[in-house]
């Protein structure tokens, strides 16, 4: 027989390594996917070379799923793509007349630009930039302007939002993604009541306490308009020695919660606001004070992808929606601008169903291949993929994958999805053997349930990096 050279020996045998590891692999994960939480799920995966484009692993890859918050992968995209991460929103603030000797003006106003990143701390920087500017007084309130998106506050498709934080309200002028704080803290002695606050502690916020101590009662808490304020109402019960209790609730009106969150920079900052605040739009002949510039679109990307931020990803696409179309943006003008930008960047949408940036809507649907192809398109991009990448969660270490898939801690990177029967993840697994896998698995309606599915999803990318 003839004698094979050196080279050729070593040819061969890294063939027969790399297809005995194919073999491994797929046996891993044929393995996974007979665990609990995928038995009896409809469980859609994708796994490709992210070198070479290929299949590694494929099953119900073309099958319609729902997302849940894996959703927001093709609005980051979508995002970063048509603005570019180093873009801005910017928040415009007037006047209704040239500062007096006093620092005064008439009326100030506020016209939101669609940030979504405009917290309590940042509206102090705000504020600050109009104390730099001279401004000492407002005589006549505050005018908040938030025509730049509709007047949908909450998406159709979302049925009847909850008052949990993660269904808060979209507008484009916001302040803490729509939401607030309520903390419960047990008395520090007996005989005293327990200490209720809310964060942040503007008087938008009328706060009623039924909170008794002792008992064991869950702590609720409940919100409703109240003309130009919001009640909040908190019961159940809190044990002397327990720890404090935080519940994180949204508002019902986001306009004039960043009108009053505003305020109270404006006053930290020894500048007087008399007089209402009023909501509608800057006539003409105001004059510019501040035209702030928010957060890069880079980092508020990362908010949403590592915390699963819903209130941003509706806010980025009504952003894409009045970028596309001209203001107000919208929900109907803004998937369609995702979608477009998906198909520029060459995305296979088949079986696509979207209704929102979040995955929040039940009627979303999306495929692993197109979710694979969307992180495909993203670490393609010279211009947006390291932005894109840092964005997702880091297994073992931080985001919504803190602790999870430890198995895979540093060596994967992903989006995490969960809401009513849906566990998904995808994203980027660095295997042993060197390769960068791109995946994507999709499990719906476990009869395990959400949390056996979890595990299972954890143990699919554990495996893909074994």
């Not at 038995?39 to 070379?49: P, T």
């Not at 209704?96 to 701390?121: F, I, N, Q």
């Not at 986001?254 to 969150?261: E, F, I, N, Q, T």
Request: charged share 20%; hydrophobic share 45%; net charge neutral.
């Amino acid at each position: 027989m003839p004698r094979l050279s050196a080279a050729a020996l070593a040819t061969v045998v890294l063939l027969a390594a790399g297809h005995a590891g194919a073999d491994a692999l797929t046996d891993r994960l044929v393995a996974v996917l007979s665990k609990p939480g995928c038995r009896g799920a409809r469980v859609g995966v994708l796994v490709v070379d992210a070198a070479t484009g290929t299949d590694v692993f494929a099953r119900d890859a073309d099958t319609p799923l729902a997302p849940a918050s894996n959703m927001k992968v093709l609005t980051a995209l979508a995002a970063l793509a048509t603005f570019g991460p180093a873009h801005q929103f910017t928040t415009t603030v007037s006047a209704d007349r040239p500062l007096d000797g006093e620092g005064a003006v008439g009326t100030l106003a506020v016209r939101g630009g669609g940030d979504p990143a405009l917290t309590s701390e940042v509206l102090w920087r705000l504020a600050a930039d109009l104390q730099r500017r001279g401004l000492r007084r407002v005589r006549d309130g505050l005018l908040l302007d938030d025509a730049y998106f509709d007047n949908e506050r909450w998406n159709p498709a979302w049925g009847s939002p909850s008052v949990r934080a993660y269904h808060a309200p979209v507008a484009a002028l916001t302040a803490n993604y729509g939401a607030f704080s309520v903390e419960v803290a047990p008395p520090a002695r007996a005989g005293l009541p327990a200490a209720v606050s809310v964060d942040p502690p503007v008087p938008f916020f009328r706060l009623t306490s039924g909170v008794r101590v002792g008992g064991d009662a869950p702590i609720s808490v409940d919100r409703d308009s109240d003309g130009d304020s919001e009640r909040i109402r908190v019961g159940g019960s809190i044990r002397p020695g327990a720890a404090t209790v935080a519940v994180q609730r949204s508002v019902t009106d986001p306009v004039r919660y960043a009108g009053a969150v505003l305020r109270m920079q404006l006053a930290a900052l020894g500048i007087a606001v008399d007089g209402p605040d009023r909501v509608g739009p800057v006539p003409a002949g105001f004059r510019e004070l501040v035209a702030f510039r928010g957060k890069p679109l880079g980092d508020v990307v990362a908010l949403m992808m590592k915390w699963s931020n819903n209130n941003i990803a509706e806010m980025l696409v009504k952003n894409l929606g009045a970028h596309a179309s001209g203001a107000p943006g919208s929900w109907p003008t803004g998937v369609a601008a995702v979608q477009a930008q998906l198909g520029a960047l060459g995305v296979d949408q088949s079986g696509l169903a979207m209704f929102d940036g979040s995955g929040l809507a039940a009627a979303d649907r999306v495929t692993p291949r197109t979710l694979v192809g969307a992180l495909r398109a993203a670490r393609a991009s010279f211009a947006f993929g390291p932005e894109f990448a840092a964005a997702l969660p880091i297994a073992g270490r931080d985001g919504t994958l803190k602790k999870r898939a430890d198995g895979a801690t540093d060596r994967a990177r992903a989006k995490t999805g969960l809401i009513n029967g849906v566990a998904s993840l995808s994203g980027y697994a660095h295997a042993s053997d060197g390769r960068e896998l791109i995946f994507s698995i999709l499990n719906n309606g476990s009869p395990a349930g959400d949390a056996a599915a979890i595990a299972a999803n954890d143990a699919f990318v554990e495996a893909l990096v074994q």
